[in-house]
């Protein structure tokens, strides 16, 4: 059930009610315009109170043990007194259009404690597998007083460089023994990494994980740096509980990394940029929702689409007239 007054939502995120903060976010997920406005108002009040916490953003390679790794680490920081707040963005069905949500039960330690909070979201079949509303998410968990944010990604294609777009520090989470792990690593991702760290580092897999480090650190003096300020990081961990090995020195190069921002004056200019970057996202959101709730455009696509199907029109100038059609506009 969603209520209509707005002061119930951001007063209770302001309250650290993790209930309220939990329904807060399902309001924003929600398509329906009449939940839309009310999300807008609670956003906007919550704003002044949110852009403290320390974004981290990670992704990797399938069987990585991203689950097992954020668990780790965010039991680490509870420990230590921080409020860690985990946005699972879970792949979707194209198929039913749901999601497999099971990176609750996979976090069973990190999911009971008190100063935790796991949000795992359908990702909506959005490019890059990073959910619609991700950073509205982030918001409302950053005004509940989580002072750590950890967005997981799924880890496909464009969603590296969106989930890097959003955080401070983005972690690309890596396993050796795995095939020619530089080959299948593309160099765009290598370039937004802030840190790459060999997990499963244990066992009889150590070697081989320090083996991959090599690779990665001669793979990296090829790259020009993305920032004066900072070179990408490659280490070796073990998330298991048994071992916990490298999880510390992980965090820690977290906040190196940022107190290098801080002092150097670039920190406050990607914050500026991810806000920029947000803007143009619901723009482009924006858009093809005009677009597709457009009378003039729903009036004209059943001719245009049987058109192409049939091969009398190209596809570019079919586009084109559908997006000039909009000059026309009236919404359904």
């Known amino acids: ?4 007054d707005p002061s119930y939502y951001i007063q209770g995120v302001l309250n650290k009610d993790k ?43 399938p ?26 963005v879970d792949p979707s069905s194209k198929r039913s259009g749901g999601s497999v949500l099971a990176d609750k039960t996979r976090m069973e330690k990190l999911s009971v404690a ?52 959003m955080v401070d520090f983005f972690l690309l989470l890596m396993i050796a023994g795995a095939g020619d792990e530089i080959q299948g690593i593309k160099k765009g991702v290598l370039e937004v990494a802030d840190a790459i760290a060999i997990n499963k580092a244990d066992g009889d897999n150590i070697k081989r994980a320090d083996f991959a480090r090599k690779q990665y650190e001669t793979a990296l003096h090829y790259l020009m740096p993305a920032s004066p300020v900072w070179s990408t990081k490659v280490m070796t961990c073990s998330a298991l509980d048994t071992e916990n090995d490298g999880i510390q020195e992980i965090w820690q190069t977290v906040l190196d990394h940022r107190e290098r921002f801080m002092k150097s004056g670039l920190f ?14 619901l723009v482009e ?6 677009f597709y709730k457009s009378r003039s455009i729903m009036e004209l696509l059943p001719r245009i689409k049987r058109k192409v199907d049939q091969g009398k029109l190209a596809p570019t100038v079919a586009a084109e007239e559908l997006l000039f ?6 919404p359904v």
């Open 114 to 165: 008190e100063n935790a909070f796991i949000r795992p979201s359908p990702s909506g079949g959005t490019l890059g597998g990073v959910a619609r509303k991700t950073r509205e998410t982030m918001l409302i968990c950053e005004s509940a007083g989580y002072d750590v944010m950890i967005v997981e990604t799924v880890g496909v294609g464009q969603s590296e460089t969106t989930v890097a777009s």
């Open 19 to 61: 209930r309220i903060v939990a329904k807060a976010i399902t309001l924003i997920e929600s398509a329906l315009s009449a939940h839309q406005e009310i999300a807008r108002k609670v956003i906007h009040d919550l704003l002044p109170h949110a852009g403290r916490a320390i974004r981290l953003g990670i992704s990797g390679v």
């Open 1 to 4: 059930m969603v209520l209509e």
């Open 325 to 330: 059609s909009l000059d026309n506009d009236h």
């Open 268 to 281: 406050e200019k990607k914050r500026q940029q991810q806000a920029l970057d947000w803007m143009w996202a």
């Open 63 to 88: 069987g990585a043990g991203k689950s097992t790794f954020i668990e780790s680490l965010g039991t680490l920081l509870v420990d230590m007194g921080h409020r860690v707040a985990v946005l699972a």
């Open 285 to 290: 959101e924006g858009l093809k929702d005009r």
